[in-house]
T-cell receptor
Framework: GAVVSQHPSWVICKSGTSVKIECRSL??????MFWYRQFPKQSLMLMAT?????????EQGVEKDKFLINHASLTLSTLTVTSAHPEDSSFYIC??????????FGNGTRLTVT | AQSVTQLDSQVPVFEEAPVELRCNYS??????LFWYVQYPNQGLQLLLK??????LVESINGFEAEFNKSQTSFHLRKPSVHISDTAEYFC?????????????FGTGTRLLVSP
């Protein structure tokens, strides 16, 4: 089946630094990738939709300058949390789709900002 | 806009007992319905989906869900649970003919299976 690899699975960083999270579709070309944020015991909240070769579409309330998304190829999207703060600590999940296919999710990245 | 309600945040059950996880949705138009499962520190995996046709859909690991349009529900059931079914279960909905960016998730139900 389709596999989406997300790396790293967990990361701890100091306040003020930036962290990059990668999302790769390993055996298919993902025209669209989605980035979600999940708070403890809560559901997934869509942060942005990323289409290969174009700018990401951010959901209302998500700071595009803080959460930089790049979708440079059909198999890779990255999320960079810039100038991270403790309130950015969360579980970040990506998913990928070829359009009409079901969503395939990565295993998530747990970010802890100290 | 669509919304999804999962009334039970946690459902404890003994192994081999039956279970039902409730999901109700709200939408003024026709929708697609999904159940996803999330194991600890992992992403979501599609468990089953209703797109059209038979209102009863089944997964390969014994779960089933029935779309009830009149009650706007899509409850998930399993007649006999295993310890390995312990996980978080999310119901999700999106309007027909829209993309996955319009997928709306419920708040999740944690299924706790004990021996």
């Amino acid at each position: 089946g389709a596999v989406v690899s997300q790396h790293p699975s967990w990361v701890i960083c100091k306040s003020g630094t930036s962290v990059k999270i990668e999302c790769r579709s390993l055996d298919f070309q993902a025209t669209t990738m989605f980035w979600y944020r999940q708070f403890p015991k809560q559901s997934l909240m869509l942060m942005a939709t990323s289409n290969e070769g174009s700018k990401a579409t951010y959901e209302q309330g998500v700071e595009k300058d803080k959460f930089l998304i790049n979708h440079a190829s059909l198999t890779l999207s990255t999320l960079t949390v810039t100038s991270a703060h403790p309130e950015d600590s969360s579980f970040y999940i990506c998913s990928a789709s070829t359009g009409n296919s079901p969503l395939h999710f990565g295993n998530g990245t747990r970010l802890t900002v100290t | 806009a669509q919304s999804v309600t999962q009334l039970d945040s946690q459902v404890p059950v003994f192994e081999e007992a039956p279970v039902e996880l409730r999901c109700n949705y709200s939408s003024s138009v026709s929708v697609y319905l999904f159940w996803y499962v999330q194991y600890p520190n992992q992403g979501l995996q599609l468990l089953l989906k209703y797109l059209s046709g038979s209102t009863l859909v089944e997964s390969i690991n014994g779960f089933e869900a029935e779309f009830n349009k009149s009650q706007t529900s899509f409850h998930l059931r399993k007649p006999s649970v295993h310890i390995s079914d312990t996980a978080e279960y999310f119901c999700a909905v999106r309007k027909m003919n829209t993309g996955f960016q319009k997928l709306v998730f419920g708040t999740g139900t944690r299924l706790l299976v004990s021996p």
